[in-house]
């Protein structure tokens, strides 16, 4: 059914009796509760913290819901309300426990204190993205109740969905400002010695649930002032209008620069993809904020009308493009999670771009049609955000197995083959596929595979994985990447023999250390004055990475230290050092030791910098 554009002064049917605002206001002070009680068993270890798929869609269920509860009530009859939070919650709760299952997870804000914290967090972009679809499907289930049928007048949909942006933006503004005057309290008080509020706004007990009631508050003030919403979003979509005027002659100069400047300049950025993809989102929001329900055709500008009908066109092209970039480097590299949420951020740009196009192909017509593609599009995205959120369109799973395709194929060989990317962005799927290759004993390169996919499976991050090679470097590849000063000199065969890949902090060693071919200079200087010399290695990568390593008392060399940053970017000083012009002094400030635990006094910037200057004659 098209939807039917009404009038700007509909109403929309909210019944605010005093028992819905108890009803609110109990909502928010029971979202308190659970949320406090799921905090305390998160620090503290106990159950359900340690019941991973209980833990997290108890807490994604228990951070949207009320709020979807309050938002609900007095627009929704009983029977309504009870039917859209039963299938919200369990849709939620299938979300959280896949993305669980799937190894998204974390263990949240308390895993740094709490020992064998297990994932029991949904991740971040869980939060993020069904946050977003629960407000679509919010706005489209009150409409839907308000017009009494399944597809809503577009009026409707326009003022609901409007007046829950503007809800929620307020609410959030309203939960700060109470905080602000809170701490502002608690300083006070301090100013006199009374500790207590300070106190309270540490407890969790007590911070938890006063913002998820002020939330609540908020929340019922703005639905009773209907009036007040309608004109701040006035004002807000007025001021975005006469921005798209200068959207729409920007996009337009840069489509017209494409045929004199061509399109490598634009593959050479390697995130033409994104980029053109926050272009697109930007025109679809500004047009909206023109087209606003459809209704105010007759005050609109013409040059805002003549705007919004030139970036209504000017979507297509930059869906192309982007669609065009995004496949030139899925041909190259093939698909990763992250190309495959661009791909579906562009299935819903493609409907917006077709939808706006056919819409303003009419002269006469004030964009009309972009009602039924807003509409239409609304229930995409919730598809989309629906296939990637769960076993349908993972992206982990598709991704793993376009991957692991590829490398069947012989389209990417063991060498460059990211076993980095299987760990740690595949999930469950990509570890499950490092173990059927550290399994596999036939095919080309069998042993090599097996020794990467064995060590990609024993990285514990991320960002370890980033700066440790496969295999370790032997002694003559650090010998050859290392040069030494003084000249002649030769390093210590402990070091030479050293698996640099156990080494941790492992970020801080220069790739000289841990990659064939990249060099940095080394400096044999006893600096403890135990007769053995230290090494300090300078990098050259471009960050001059410098480090300072010696012997412990197992044998192992370990990190020192390192030089400040001044001076290890300073060549006067590598060249001096080089030289031999250079000389051991001691601290200019002792250490403090305290009850036997060592403490030590940082020298300042100024009375330690170097600066990078010729030496004295």
Same mark, same amino acid.
Not at 158 to 179: D, N, P, R, T, Y
Not at 203 to 228: K, Q
């Given at each position: 059914?098209? !939807?039917?554009? *009404? ?12 028992? $819905? ?23 503290? =270890? ?31 009859? #009983? ?46 972009? @869980? ?38 942006? &503007? ?36 407890? +969790? ?15 019922? %003030? ?14 807000? @979509? ?6 798209? !005027? &200068?959207?729409?002659? &920007? ?64 979507? %297509?092209?930059?869906?192309? %493009? ?64 629906? *296939? ?54 036939? =095919? ?33 590849? &650090? ?11 030769? @390093? ?29 200079? *080394? ?25 300072? @390593? =010696? ?13 400040? =940053? ?18 051991? $002094?001691? #601290? ?25 200057? #010729? !030496? +004295?004659?």
């Amino acid at each position: 059914m098209q !939807p039917v554009l *009404g009038k700007d002064s509909v109403i929309l049917g909210a019944v605010v009796t005093p028992t $819905v605002a108890l009803a609110r206001l109990g909502v928010g002070l029971a979202q308190g509760a659970l949320l406090y009680l799921l905090f305390r068993a998160g620090t503290a =270890g106990l159950w359900p913290a340690d019941a991973p798929y209980v833990f997290a869609p108890l807490l994604l269920v228990g951070v949207m819901l009320p709020v979807l509860l309050i938002s609900a009530l007095g627009h929704l009859k #009983p029977r309504q309300a009870a039917m859209w939070m039963l299938a919200a919650a369990l849709l939620i709760a299938l979300l959280a426990l896949h993305d669980i299952w799937r190894g998204g997870g974390s263990s949240g804000p308390w895993g740094s204190h709490c020992e064998g914290a297990t994932a029991n967090v949904p991740s971040a972009l @869980l939060f993020l993205f069904s946050g977003a679809g629960l407000f679509i499907a919010h706005a489209l289930v009150l409409a839907g109740a308000q017009d009494g049928r399944r597809i809503a007048a577009y009026a409707t949909y326009f003022e609901m969905a409007w007046k829950l942006a &503007i809800q929620l933006l307020f609410s959030a503004f309203f939960v700060g400002a109470l905080w602000l005057v809170l701490w502002l309290g608690a300083a006070l008080f301090m100013l006199v010695k009374l500790a207590f509020l300070k106190d309270l706004l540490g407890r +969790a007990w007590f911070v938890i649930p006063v913002i998820c009631f002020a939330f609540s508050c908020a929340m019922h %003030l703005t639905d009773v002032r209907p009036a007040i919403v309608r004109g701040i979003r006035t004002l807000l @979509l007025v001021l975005l209008s006469w921005i798209l !005027p &200068i959207t729409a002659l &920007i996009v337009a100069g840069f489509m017209f620069s494409l045929p004199f400047t061509g399109l490598s300049a634009l593959w050479a950025t390697r995130h033409a993809t994104s980029v053109l993809l926050g272009t697109s989102a930007v025109l679809v929001v500004l047009i909206n904020a023109a087209f606003q329900n459809g209704d105010v055709s007759a005050a609109v500008a013409r040059v805002v009308a003549v705007s919004a009908r030139l970036a209504a066109l000017l979507l %297509l092209p930059i869906c192309a %493009l982007a669609v065009y970039a995004l496949a030139l480097r899925v041909d190259d590299y093939g698909w990763t999670s992250d190309r495959i949420i661009a791909a579906a951020c562009l299935l819903v740009a493609a409907c917006y771009a077709l939808g706006y196009g056919w819409a303003a192909r009419k002269r006469g017509l004030w964009l009309h049609g972009i009602a039924g593609v807003n509409v239409a599009t609304a229930f995409v995205v919730l598809a989309v955000l629906l *296939g990637l959120f769960s076993p349908l369109a993972d992206p982990a799973r598709l991704s793993v197995s376009n991957q692991m395709a590829r490398f069947a194929a012989g389209k990417i060989g063991a060498e460059k083959f990211d076993f980095n990317y299987l760990r740690f962005d595949g999930m469950r799927y990509g570890r499950e596929a490092l173990q059927r290759l550290q399994a596999q004993s036939g =095919g080309a390169d069998a042993a090599l595979v097996r020794e990467r996919a064995a060590h990609a499976l024993k990285l514990e991050n991320r960002w370890q994985s980033s700066n440790v090679v496969a295999a370790p470097l032997v002694a003559a590849d &650090i010998a050859a990447n290392v040069k030494l000063w003084p000249a002649g000199a030769a @390093l210590p065969a402990g070091f030479l023999r050293q698996d640099w890949r156990l080494t941790q902090p492992n970020w801080e060693l220069p790739w000289c250390l841990r990659k064939r071919g990249d060099s940095c200079d *080394g400096y044999l200087i006893d600096f403890d004055g135990d007769g053995k010399p230290e090494v300090l290695l300078v990098g050259h990568d471009g960050s001059s990475t410098s480090i300072l @390593l =010696g012997e412990d008392g197992q044998g192992q060399w370990v990190s020192l230290g390192q030089l400040q =940053g001044e001076a290890a970017r300073c060549d006067t000083m590598w060249q001096q050092l080089a030289a031999g012009n250079f000389k051991l $002094v001691a #601290p200019r400030v002792r250490d403090l030791e305290v009850a036997g635990q060592r403490v030590r006094v940082l020298s300042s910037n100024a009375a330690e910098a170097w600066r990078c200057r #010729p !030496p +004295a004659p």
